[in-house]
Protein backbone atom coordinates (compact mmCIF):
# COMPACT_ATOMS: atom_id res chain seq x y z
CA UNK A 1 0.00 0.00 0.00
CA UNK A 2 1.20 3.53 -0.94
CA UNK A 3 1.11 5.16 2.56
CA UNK A 4 1.73 9.11 0.98
CA UNK A 5 -0.89 8.50 -1.62
CA UNK A 6 -3.50 7.56 0.83
CA UNK A 7 -2.46 10.54 3.44
CA UNK A 8 -2.89 12.76 0.27
CA UNK A 9 -6.51 11.69 -0.14
CA UNK A 10 -7.08 11.36 3.55
CA UNK A 11 -5.61 15.85 3.17
CA UNK A 12 -7.86 16.18 0.03
CA UNK A 13 -11.49 15.21 1.92
CA UNK A 14 -10.41 17.70 4.52
CA UNK A 15 -9.75 20.16 2.17
CA UNK A 16 -13.48 19.61 0.64
CA UNK A 17 -14.68 19.60 4.35
CA UNK A 18 -13.29 23.40 4.52
CA UNK A 19 -15.14 24.43 1.55
CA UNK A 20 -18.25 24.52 4.24
CA UNK A 21 -16.88 27.61 5.90
CA UNK A 22 -16.02 29.24 2.62
CA UNK A 23 -19.95 28.55 2.04
CA UNK A 24 -21.01 29.98 5.26
CA UNK A 25 -18.42 32.82 6.20
CA UNK A 26 -19.52 35.03 7.96
CA UNK A 27 -17.38 37.68 7.58
CA UNK A 28 -14.84 37.77 4.28
CA UNK A 29 -12.08 37.23 6.61
CA UNK A 30 -13.38 33.79 6.98
CA UNK A 31 -13.38 32.94 3.84
CA UNK A 32 -9.52 33.98 3.41
CA UNK A 33 -8.75 31.67 6.56
CA UNK A 34 -10.33 28.82 4.40
CA UNK A 35 -8.23 29.79 1.46
CA UNK A 36 -4.89 29.60 4.30
CA UNK A 37 -5.88 26.54 5.25
CA UNK A 38 -6.15 25.57 1.69
CA UNK A 39 -2.79 26.57 0.92
CA UNK A 40 -0.89 24.58 3.45
CA UNK A 41 -2.97 21.62 3.32
CA UNK A 42 -2.29 22.13 -0.66
CA UNK A 43 1.65 22.38 0.28
CA UNK A 44 1.08 18.73 2.51
CA UNK A 45 -1.10 17.20 -0.18
CA UNK A 46 1.40 18.20 -3.38
CA UNK A 47 4.89 16.81 -1.23
CA UNK A 48 2.86 13.69 -0.65
CA UNK A 49 1.69 13.23 -4.13
CA UNK A 50 5.56 14.25 -4.92
CA UNK A 51 6.62 11.04 -2.91
CA UNK A 52 3.54 8.65 -3.63
CA UNK A 53 3.71 8.99 -7.38
CA UNK A 54 7.95 9.61 -7.67
CA UNK A 55 7.75 13.17 -9.48
CA UNK A 56 10.06 15.38 -7.95
CA UNK A 57 8.96 18.41 -10.01
CA UNK A 58 5.90 18.34 -7.56
CA UNK A 59 7.86 19.87 -5.16
CA UNK A 60 8.67 22.98 -7.19
CA UNK A 61 4.58 23.20 -7.80
CA UNK A 62 4.46 22.92 -4.00
CA UNK A 63 6.79 26.04 -2.79
CA UNK A 64 5.09 28.14 -5.65
CA UNK A 65 1.55 27.61 -3.30
CA UNK A 66 3.63 28.64 -0.72
CA UNK A 67 4.45 31.74 -2.01
CA UNK A 68 0.89 32.17 -3.63
CA UNK A 69 -0.66 31.73 -0.85
CA UNK A 70 1.13 34.53 0.95
CA UNK A 71 0.81 37.07 -1.78
CA UNK A 72 -3.09 35.94 -1.43
CA UNK A 73 -3.29 36.97 2.04
CA UNK A 74 -1.47 40.44 1.64
CA UNK A 75 -2.99 41.00 -1.65
CA UNK A 76 -6.65 40.74 0.53
CA UNK A 77 -5.50 42.22 3.65
CA UNK A 78 -4.59 45.28 1.26
CA UNK A 79 -6.93 45.67 -1.17
CA UNK A 80 -10.58 43.93 -0.60
CA UNK A 81 -10.74 44.33 2.87
CA UNK A 82 -9.86 47.75 3.77
CA UNK A 83 -12.00 49.20 1.18
CA UNK A 84 -15.35 47.34 1.77
CA UNK A 85 -17.58 48.57 4.61
CA UNK A 86 -20.23 45.32 4.66
CA UNK A 87 -20.33 42.08 6.66
CA UNK A 88 -19.02 43.81 9.67
CA UNK A 89 -21.24 41.44 12.48
CA UNK A 90 -22.07 42.64 16.25
CA UNK B 1 14.24 -5.13 4.24
CA UNK B 2 17.00 -4.64 6.53
CA UNK B 3 15.77 -3.68 10.10
CA UNK B 4 16.84 -0.62 9.34
CA UNK B 5 14.69 0.34 7.00
CA UNK B 6 11.72 -1.09 8.60
CA UNK B 7 12.34 1.05 11.19
CA UNK B 8 12.56 4.15 9.24
CA UNK B 9 9.65 2.95 7.33
CA UNK B 10 7.35 2.83 10.34
CA UNK B 11 8.65 5.96 12.27
CA UNK B 12 7.89 7.85 8.84
CA UNK B 13 4.41 6.26 8.81
CA UNK B 14 4.12 7.65 12.04
CA UNK B 15 5.09 10.78 11.52
CA UNK B 16 2.82 10.87 8.49
CA UNK B 17 0.03 9.99 10.53
CA UNK B 18 0.71 12.11 12.94
CA UNK B 19 0.76 15.05 10.45
CA UNK B 20 -2.45 13.69 9.11
CA UNK B 21 -4.29 14.25 12.29
CA UNK B 22 -3.46 17.80 13.14
CA UNK B 23 -4.55 18.72 9.73
CA UNK B 24 -7.67 17.50 10.98
CA UNK B 25 -7.80 19.26 13.88
CA UNK B 26 -7.34 22.24 12.25
CA UNK B 27 -10.13 21.57 10.13
CA UNK B 28 -12.31 20.83 12.57
CA UNK B 29 -11.50 23.78 14.50
CA UNK B 30 -12.25 26.11 11.23
CA UNK B 31 -15.62 24.57 11.24
CA UNK B 32 -16.43 24.48 14.66
CA UNK B 33 -14.88 27.56 16.60
CA UNK B 34 -17.46 30.49 17.47
CA UNK B 35 -15.73 33.38 16.06
CA UNK B 36 -13.11 34.34 13.30
CA UNK B 37 -10.02 35.03 15.97
CA UNK B 38 -10.46 31.65 17.29
CA UNK B 39 -10.56 30.03 13.80
CA UNK B 40 -7.21 31.76 13.42
CA UNK B 41 -5.44 30.37 16.35
CA UNK B 42 -6.60 26.70 15.42
CA UNK B 43 -6.01 26.42 11.48
CA UNK B 44 -2.58 28.24 11.59
CA UNK B 45 -1.06 26.52 14.48
CA UNK B 46 -2.48 23.30 14.21
CA UNK B 47 -1.80 23.40 10.23
CA UNK B 48 1.68 24.25 10.40
CA UNK B 49 3.19 21.76 13.27
CA UNK B 50 0.79 19.17 10.70
CA UNK B 51 2.90 19.79 7.61
CA UNK B 52 6.46 19.80 9.73
CA UNK B 53 5.26 16.59 10.82
CA UNK B 54 4.70 15.50 7.24
CA UNK B 55 7.74 17.33 6.14
CA UNK B 56 9.74 15.37 8.88
CA UNK B 57 8.28 11.96 7.93
CA UNK B 58 9.12 12.75 4.42
CA UNK B 59 12.29 13.73 4.57
CA UNK B 60 12.95 10.32 6.27
CA UNK B 61 12.29 8.66 2.89
CA UNK B 62 13.64 11.23 0.62
CA UNK B 63 16.65 9.55 -1.12
CA UNK B 64 19.26 12.32 -1.28
CA UNK B 65 20.40 14.85 0.72
CA UNK B 66 18.64 18.40 -1.59
CA UNK B 67 15.69 16.62 -1.35
CA UNK B 68 15.65 17.36 2.10
CA UNK B 69 16.77 20.52 2.28
CA UNK B 70 14.31 21.23 -0.33
CA UNK B 71 11.34 19.89 2.02
CA UNK B 72 12.90 21.67 4.96
CA UNK B 73 12.94 24.89 3.26
CA UNK B 74 9.24 24.63 1.97
CA UNK B 75 8.32 23.79 5.61
CA UNK B 76 10.22 27.46 6.52
CA UNK B 77 8.52 29.30 4.08
CA UNK B 78 5.15 28.27 4.73
CA UNK B 79 5.61 28.84 8.70
CA UNK B 80 7.25 32.47 8.19
CA UNK B 81 4.13 33.15 5.24
CA UNK B 82 1.72 31.89 7.50
CA UNK B 83 2.74 33.98 10.55
CA UNK B 84 2.93 36.94 8.28
CA UNK B 85 -0.32 36.32 6.90
CA UNK B 86 -2.57 35.40 9.99
CA UNK B 87 -0.93 38.36 11.79
CA UNK B 88 -2.12 40.62 8.84
CA UNK B 89 -5.92 39.04 8.59
CA UNK B 90 -5.93 39.58 12.76
CA UNK B 91 -5.27 43.00 12.76
CA UNK B 92 -7.13 44.33 10.17
CA UNK B 93 -9.92 42.27 11.90
CA UNK B 94 -9.78 44.07 14.84
CA UNK B 95 -9.11 47.36 13.27
CA UNK B 96 -12.19 46.62 11.66
CA UNK B 97 -14.09 46.42 14.51
CA UNK B 98 -15.06 42.64 14.71
CA UNK B 99 -14.93 42.07 18.47
CA UNK B 100 -13.55 38.30 19.57
CA UNK B 101 -15.73 35.87 20.84
CA UNK B 102 -16.99 35.76 24.86
CA UNK B 103 -18.86 32.72 26.57
CA UNK B 104 -22.85 33.89 26.49
Redesign the interface.
Known sequence: MNVPLAIAAFLLLNLAAGLWRVMRGPTAADRMLAAQLFGTTAVATLLLLAEGTEQPALRDVALVFALLAAVAAVAFVQRVWSRRTEDVPD | MSPTEWVIEIA??LL??A??VF??A??VG??RFPD?YS??HA??KA??V??GL??LG?AL??DSLA?VG??L??WA??LL??A???H??AR??LR????PWTAP
Open positions: SILAGAFFGTMLFRLLTDNGLTVLRATKLVILVAGTASLISGRGIR
